[in-house]
């Protein structure tokens, strides 16, 4: 993700810098892959569930 602040002259509105920052966001990616293969598997046999199956059904179907 990235930011962009530009400043400007208060009086004549010329701009006389700006600030680009970058942010990670790897950690919230892999956090995200890892809740929708949970939300997919059974927790204790390590097999997909129905909700895999319905989704999966869905997209053979169109």
């Not at 530009?6 to 600030?19: D, S, W």
């Amino acid at each position: 993700m990235e930011r962009l602040v530009v400043f400007r002259h208060p009086h004549n509105k010329e701009r006389i810098g700006r600030i680009i920052a970058f942010v990670d966001v790897s950690d919230r990616v892999y956090a995200e892959e890892k809740l929708q293969l949970s939300a997919s598997m059974d927790g204790l046999t390590q097999v997909y569930n129905r909700t895999h199956f319905m989704k999966r059904s869905g997209k053979a179907y169109r």
